[in-house]
């Protein structure tokens, strides 16, 4: 790359370019692509010596989005403290595991994993070939772990992977490849990076500028923001609970996604758990305590995106059976087998995992005793996810559904969608209840959808 001292002498390297950032957990089918995100003026400042970096972006959805599908990220890490800044210029302090991560982030370059390997207190071990590729396990003076994999004959960096905690996937590589280098004051540099999470793609930046020792402002963190705690890693959940009707129940509170309980004869039935196992293990225990000794025993989940899956495993562990559409079972029985050392869920350490039980729906099924009836419907030709269930109340003309509308959303992608579903199943909606947002009349929600399409 040009040799020990090059290396050892870079202040700040300045990288500019632009690319993609996959949205992981968001494909409209568990095996289908990723959805997108165009990323431009992307800028990542690193100061090696220091052990600091800000990264800003703005990023641009290219796939049919209810938010703002335009965003500007600032992102920034000195040390141990980690935080974005948002658009007014406030900063918030990430959890420690957001921090770790973002270390990592910082270490996935050929510059900072080699000054980290030249550090005296870095440890080198397992130095070994594979085909043309020379690989070294590095653990860093701060005591992280990576492995540097060097092209056997040009000596340059070709990759570095690591190992995390992702709450849907469990245990994790992050690998980060570095290809097309190009010379730049005598050192060697990459001008693209592709990073996988898994086996998927998490961010592809080709770069159009590497610039050393350039002026790289302030790095350091906010003396306040280093003063304060960092954020918990499970932050308090609240839910709350609303009656709907009789036997069925709205569980809210909390962040943006809810739940609902039917009760049936003998058993009660959740729809969705999901944003976090914490929120997952908060509603189970708010569905235990509304009725009447009945046992929980099943949870409907609406489809496979990973905030509206999050409490699979939570489901799982606790021997609920799962029911979701036919084209989601393959993907949650993966789910449920991964491995979580790194940050171990109940599922986890309960260690003899039961096996997990999925009732498949194709295009309906019909819930129903004397107590109860919701009867679930395949949402039809809907280019959000094409594995979603939605649920229907007969008796009281309820209408429970995920992301085809959020009374909040600035616009609405999916009215046409939600309307055709409607008709087709021949429904008379009177009430919405649903996963995001908050209860309305029908009426309500036609017209809202009309005024933001
Ligand atoms: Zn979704
Ligand atoms: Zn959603």
């Not at 001008?191 to 592809?204: A, E, G, L």
């Not at 350039?214 to 963190?221: N, Q, Y």
């Not at 030709?381 to 309820?398: A, F, Q």
């Amino acid at each position: 790359m040009g040799g020990k001292d090059r290396i050892l002498a870079v202040k700040t390297l300045t990288i500019e370019g632009e690319g993609e950032n996959p949205n992981l957990g968001q494909n409209i089918t568990p095996d289908a692509p990723l959805t997108v995100w165009k990323v431009t003026e992307f800028k990542r400042v690193i100061d090696p010596p220091k052990s600091r970096m800000r990264a800003t972006q703005v990023r641009t959805a290219q796939f049919p989005f209810a938010l703002a599908t335009v965003v500007n990220q600032n992102m920034a890490l000195d040390g141990d403290v980690a935080w974005n800044v948002n658009l007014d210029g406030n900063s918030t302090r990430l959890s420690d595991r957001a921090a770790f991560d973002r270390r990592m982030e910082l270490l996935h370059h050929p510059l900072t994993i080699l000054r980290a390997a030249l550090d005296p207190g870095a440890k080198l071990s397992n130095f070994r070939k594979d085909g043309d590729q020379e690989l070294v396990d590095v653990t860093t003076a701060h005591g992280d772990s990576l492995t540097l994999a060097l092209d056997a004959i040009t000596r340059l960096p070709l990759s570095v992977s690591s190992m995390t905690d992702q709450p849907n996937l469990g245990d994790v590589a992050i690998k980060t490849s570095f290809s097309q280098y190009e010379d730049v004051n005598g050192m060697k540099l990459p001008m693209r990076f592709t990073t996988k999470i898994d086996k998927w793609v998490q961010s592809d930046i080709r770069v159009s500028k590497n610039t050393l020792n350039g002026d790289a402002a302030d790095l350091a963190a906010p003396a306040a923001l280093s003063a304060s705690l960092p954020a918990p890693a499970n932050p308090p959940v609240e839910v709350t609970v609303e009656q709907v009707a009789p036997g069925i129940w709205w569980l809210a509170g909390s962040g943006n996604h809810r739940s609902v309980v039917f009760a049936f004869a003998d058993h009660l039935t959740l729809f969705e758990l999901p944003e976090s196992e914490a929120r997952a293990k908060a509603v189970i225990e708010k569905t235990h305590s509304l009725a009447f000794g009945k046992p929980l025993t099943e949870v409907i989940v609406s489809h496979h995106h990973f905030d509206h899956s999050a409490g699979l495993r939570v489901a799982v562990s606790e021997g609920l059976t799962i029911i979701t559409q036919s084209g989601n079972a393959a993907f949650f029985k993966d789910l449920a087998a991964r491995k979580h050392t790194i940050v171990p869920d109940d599922l986890a350490r309960n260690g003899g995992a039961p096996p997990i039980r999925i009732r498949t729906v194709d295009d309906q099924l019909v819930l129903k005793d004397e107590a109860m009836e919701v009867d679930l419907y395949h949402v039809k030709d809907n280019s959000h996810c094409d594995t979603l269930l939605m649920g229907w109340v007969p008796r009281d003309h309820i209408l429970v559904q995920a992301d085809l509308y959020d009374s909040g959303w600035l616009k609405y992608p999916w009215a046409d969608n939600l309307k055709a579903n409607v008709e087709l199943r021949k429904l008379k909606v009177g009430k919405d209840v649903p996963i995001h947002g908050r209860i309305e009349s029908y009426a309500d929600v036609l017209k809202r959808m009309q005024e933001k399409q």
